[in-house]
């Protein structure tokens, strides 16, 4: 499994040197993420801009940054279904997992001046990855790729994306009206590098840790004799998306929703625009790998799926001001029934070796 931290770290022979290893992962990640979203809350508040920008651009940057390493590393290695997969799977995982959990522990506050317009990027860069997926594979069949021209594409996008973002940052507070904050706290006496500098290193303990725990968990089940495909399709899949799942609940734990929401959007746009952008850009992407199409028939239409329910949830929250708590519940279960599919695909694919 590639990772950020060297695997041969995690292959000692003691197995409760692992079992103390996640252990520890996990206090740092809760550590790390608390200082991450104090830092980015306190960041937004000193500055004027609203938590949910921030969110959407600069921790949902930080948050993806691992992803597209990990992401680009195998492109140029030649595995493009874990760059793929990376991704889209992420992208699943984010908005159908976690925005569904936090939308089942608290009411999340909508933002309409950001929704409004990250929503439909979200939604619309998901489309077009799928449209550029779907017409090369009926240009090309089972040869298709995601080429470079296609990542040059969604990098070129990415950037206006930022210079966009910016420009509507400046603009939020004079713009239309959005969801009141209630949770607004004194202000911090500390400086904005001071607060910078809580933000970066509690994303990179959130990002180091959550590494260390991901393979150490999977290196841990492999010797308990959990076959690899049932590992990637649970473990691994659910480890990359972990900085953004401790920064969710972070947010609802300390009172700052927004930042979730923000994350979740912003980090849905960057796993198309930057994840998969800049992997087809170091090596063109096969959306079919050993003559298999799942990328096809089961990850994109499940990503279009759980994206095409949250866009009618913003629908309905931009009337309301807020995301209801039912609507965690569909999100999950869709969630759910993906990881099984995919689960019960990979099963049967590789059967585990004797």
């Known amino acids: 499994m590639l990772g950020i931290l060297p695997s041969t770290w995690f292959t000692p022979d003691p197995q409760w040197l692992l079992l103390l290893i996640i252990a520890i992962a996990v206090l740092l990640l809760i550590r790390g993420a608390d200082w991450l979203v104090d830092g980015a809350a306190g960041i937004a508040a000193r500055l004027g801009l609203p938590k ?4 959407a651009t600069v921790v949902s940057l930080g948050t993806t940054s691992p992803e597209a390493a990990v992401s680009v590393l195998a492109a140029i290695q030649g595995n493009a279904g874990l760059s793929l997969g990376n991704g889209v799977g992420s992208i699943i995982a984010d908005t159908g997992l976690i925005f569904g959990l936090g939308c089942l522990i608290t009411t999340l ?3 309409r001046f950001v929704l409004r317009r990250h929503g439909w990027i979200q939604f619309g860069a998901a489309s077009l990855l799928a449209v550029l997926c779907y017409a090369a594979y009926y240009r090309q069949g089972p040869d298709a790729a995601l080429s470079r021209p296609s990542g040059a594409l969604l990098l070129g996008l990415l950037v206006l994306y930022m210079l966009f ?19 607004q706290r004194p202000a911090q ?5 001071a607060m910078l500098l809580s933000g970066v290193i509690g994303l990179a303990i959130v ?5 260390a725990m991901v393979q150490s968990a999977s290196e841990l089940a492999l010797r308990w004799g959990v076959p690899d495909a049932v590992v990637a399709a649970t473990i691994v899949a659910f480890g990359t998306s972990l900085p953004e799942l401790v920064v969710a609940i972070s947010s609802i734990r300390k009172g700052h929703p927004e930042l979730l929401v923000g994350n979740i959007i912003g ?5 198309v625009l930057f994840v998969i952008g800049a992997s087809a850009l170091a090596s063109p992407l096969h959306v079919v790998e050993r003559g298999d199409a799942i990328f096809l028939y089961l990850h994109l239409p499940a990503m279009l799926a759980i994206l095409l329910l949250f866009r009618v949830y913003i629908f309905m929250a931009m009337r309301t001001g807020r995301f209801s708590r039912w609507m965690g519940a569909p999100l999950l279960l869709l969630f759910v029934a993906y990881v099984a599919i995919q689960y019960a695909l990979s099963v049967g694919e590789f059967p585990p070796a004797h």
Do not use: C, M
């Open 165 to 183: 973002s910016v420009k509507w940052s400046r603009a939020h507070q004079q713009g239309e009206p959005h969801a009141i904050d209630n949770t």
């Open 207 to 211: 990002i180091f840790a959550g590494d």
């Open 109 to 111: 506050p909508a933002d």
């Open 267 to 271: 980090a849905d746009i960057l796993n």
């Open 189 to 193: 006496p500390r400086s904005v590098p």
């Open 52 to 55: 949910v920008i921030i969110g």
